[in-house]
């Protein structure tokens, strides 16, 4: 299984707190995934 179909289905929340699945963001075109950990 590709890692892409692994996360699809995660959900995360936007700064409005909506709901968005993750795969939506690469169903229709290529998609950068970045995750940034604050420190401090």
């Known amino acids: ?3 892409a179909d692994r996360l699809a289905p995660i959900q995360l929340a936007d700064p409005d707190g909506r709901m968005h699945r993750l795969g939506d963001f690469w169903s ?3 998609a950068v995934l970045v995750f940034v950990r604050h420190f401090g």
């Open 1 to 3: 299984m590709r890692i």
């Open 28 to 30: 229709a075109r290529t």
